[in-house]
């Protein structure tokens, strides 16, 4: 029984972490049709300001989740300002665009930090349940995925500045001619959808050794959650998380991770054979 | 753009120039009579960097210790090294480049089992001496290499006997899914069974793996009474972090054949790290007059706050000192006669102890040093003295098959 618990927490953990990580994407991607394949180096850009201000006895919690969304979330809208405005609607000059920002980032933080790993020690202890422990911090991980989830869709449906976004999003010439500003409401969602990658960046630091090229292991899932849930940003990375998710603890579970990830990849492929528009192409429709 | 001689000459040139460009980093040196080349190959960049740079730093502390001391033959060394960047594809080319270019008397270099293999069949080809100067799982049997590292039967034997006296006999095993962390976790199971237990459960993990959440509740379902981790690579260094998130340091103790050994420590904080306990040939807690003298001129040359020298970086050290020494004994640089000194029973005291290289199979009869890690620096338990290579020993004989080039496998079944 108490087995049964700890293994559905590991997967309500890797649903939630899948979250984290694609939350951004869905962002910039579903609403802006930007393929930013420099979302990856975003979440190491957080997990290394969490890190060096852990490393400079800011509060542990600050350094994790006040830190790093602020910092990637400023470098987002510089980004947007100076590269990705003048790419709008082009999406191969994007993806190579976003591919040499990649690669540039990379390349920075080996120069600053070198490529020796980091690390940000985990703020909270383990939990019994039972005769098993469980990580304390995962727990605190579905937490922040379940809050930034509502965060997003509190900000896109109830504020102005959601329907703005949205607005310019549906018809950007109609919004502007009612008086939109939509260069900034670009700028800002490109922003949002930066710190958000670097809050998951900045959370998943304490678990994960932070090194330059950990983006890489990253950028493949979000990518695939994302295309997997479809247009809609927020049910789509919900219910694509959480069939991947389930899939991959279950074939962990039954052998090693290598062979989860394999099994997620499977499901990926089959999923966008059977649904090429995503999850929300076809369902959820109507929902944010 | 149509193509006129114009368009050919310029974008030929621009063709020539930019493969001439990515050039690797490759200090030159002139071979000249005057001086003998080494070549050293270990990876400084792209993940391995934490072990290959120490191990470079202290070659050519090595080799500036015998030019001070007047060289070798009367002529300098000089150091031609190669950064392979942890691609294996870069380790064939500069070994080729290394034999064939810069004729060098001997290669310093490979950090995994994986390079080494790449590489050991190129020098062998080409005729020069490689020193292998890593601990890794045994079984190499080729005369052209020499190899004084650790191999599990200096150091996996002792662990598993201290864990099964001290803890229990049951063991669960992560192990890095390459050769190495293959063979050396069949390794574990011969002795674990030897002690009467068995392996519970064993788990590869590629040297970038991060998610360990599924493996650690497995090992709580599978109730060991020891974890033996073989882990290489950067990512695995979040295991002990997440092990010790789940609240389990301390609660299932760790034997590691690897950890600390590219100074990973440093990255966890002591609560994480505390506990874990490991066999090196090499301790900075060494109490001997070889030692203190080593590490008083090594830290005179490269400052106060350089790293803690860890085994595989030692390994480095002694390689080229007992490369130099049969080289002297040889009185020549020719590869045929320096591999005959070798094979005479060369034996010297250096800053982990006595070490002898065992003729019939080229590897050394060395200490090894039980250590606990505590606050972050391994402290010592027990020292096992001049402990042989039995597990080559026992399926390589260079004496009786001196063409032999292969790497021999042990069979658990």
Redesign the interface.
């Known amino acids: 029984m108490d087995y049964a618990v700890v293994v559905a927490i590991e997967v309500v953990y890797a649903i939630a972490s899948l979250v984290l990580i694609s939350l951004g994407l869905a962002v910039i991607f579903g609403m802006m049709r930007v393929i930013n394949l420099a979302h990856g180096e975003f979440m190491v850009m957080g997990s290394y300001s969490a890190t060096v201000a852990a490393h400079h006895n800011v509060d542990v919690w600050i350094a994790i989740l006040v830190v790093p969304p602020l910092v990637v979330g400023a470098v987002g809208v510089l980004i947007e300002r100076v590269v990705i405005r003048y790419l709008y609607g082009r999406m191969v000059e994007t993806m190579l665009a976003t591919w040499g920002l990649s690669l540039f980032v990379v390349g920075a933080l080996t120069m600053i930090f070198g490529s020796t790993t980091e690390g940000v020690p985990t703020p909270l202890g383990g939990v019994s349940i039972g005769r098993y422990q469980t990580s304390g911090y995962s727990l605190f991980v579905i937490a922040i995925s379940l809050t930034a989830m509502a965060a997003t869709y509190v900000l896109l449906r109830r504020t102005r500045l959601g329907l703005l976004a949205r607005g310019t999003m549906q018809n950007a010439a109609m919004a502007a001619a009612l008086g939109t500003d939509t260069s900034r409401v670009y700028a800002i969602t490109f922003g949002f959808g930066a710190a958000l990658a670097g809050l998951a960046g900045g959370v998943l630091a304490p678990i994960s050794g932070v090194f330059p090229s950990i983006g890489g292991s990253y950028i493949g899932k979000a990518f695939i959650t994302v295309i997997g849930g479809g247009a809609l940003p927020l049910a789509g990375t919900a219910s694509a998380s959480t069939l991947f998710g389930i899939v991959n603890q279950i074939a962990t579970f039954a052998s090693n991770p290598v062979y989860g990830e394999v099994a997620l990849l499977l499901a990926a492929i089959v999923l966008i054979r059977v649904l090429p528009q995503g999850i929300t192409g076809r369902y959820l429709r109507g929902y944010l | 753009m149509s193509l006129n001689r114009r368009n050919f000459v310029r974008g030929a040139g621009a063709a020539a120039l930019s493969t001439a460009l990515p050039m690797p980093l490759v200090t030159k040196s002139w071979a000249a009579d005057s001086t003998i080349t080494i070549a050293s190959m270990y990876d400084m ?3 391995l ?2 072990a290959g740079k120490p191990m470079y730093d202290v070659l050519n502390f090595a080799v500036e210790e015998i030019n001070a001391a007047g060289g070798l033959l009367g002529k300098k060394i000089t150091v031609v090294s190669f950064d392979t960047q942890t691609n294996m594809q870069l380790y064939a080319q500069y070994a080729q480049e290394a034999a064939l270019k810069h004729k060098v008397a001997v290669v310093h270099g490979g950090i995994t089992s994986a390079s080494r293999e790449v590489i050991r069949p190129v020098l062998d080809k080409y005729k020069t001496l490689y020193f292998y100067d890593m601990p890794y799982e045994g079984g190499v049997c080729d005369r052209n290499i020499f190899i004084d590292g650790v191999t599990p039967a200096h150091d996996t034997e002792v662990l598993v006997n201290y864990a099964s006296k001290t803890w229990g006999k049951n063991c669960y095993t992560l192990a890095a ?1 390459y050769n190495y962390g293959q063979i050396t976790s069949d390794w574990v199971k011969k002795f674990v069974r030897a002690n009467g237990g068995d392996v519970l459960g064993t ?4 040297l ?11 090992i ?2 599978a109730k060991p009474d020891f974890i033996m981790t073989i882990l290489v690579g ?2 695995p ?2 295991f002990y ?2 092990f ?5 340091a301390g ?1 299932i103790p760790i034997a590691s054949t690897t950890f600390a050994g590219s100074n ?1 420590q440093l ?3 002591a609560e ?1 790290s505390n506990g874990i306990v490991v066999c090196k040939n090499y301790l900075e807690a060494i109490d001997s007059p070889v030692n203190k003298d080593f590490l008083k001129r090594l830290r005179a040359r490269y400052g106060a706050d350089y790293q803690p020298i860890s085994d595989l970086t030692m390994s480095s050290y002694q390689g080229v000192h007992l490369w130099a020494a049969g080289v002297k004994k040889a009185g020549t640089l020719d590869r045929t006669k320096v591999i005959q000194a070798l094979e005479s029973g060369i034996s010297l005291e250096l800053p982990s102890g006595l070490m002898t290289i065992d003729p019939t199979t080229h590897h050394c009869i060395l200490d090894v040093h039980l250590a606990v890690m505590k606050d972050k620096i391994p402290t010592l338990i027990e020292t096992f003295k001049q402990r042989k290579p039995a597990d080559t020993a026992a399926v390589c004989d260079l004496g009786k098959n001196p063409n032999d080039t292969k790497q021999y496998i042990i069979k658990v079944n």
Do not use: C, H
């Open positions: 960049s792209g993940g960097e934490m899914d788990e590869f993990f590629p970038d793996a991060t998610s360990f959440g599924s493996t650690i509740s497995k709580q379902a950067g990512g260094i979040s972090r997440q010790a998130a789940a609240g389990l609660k990973d990255v966890l904080t994480e």
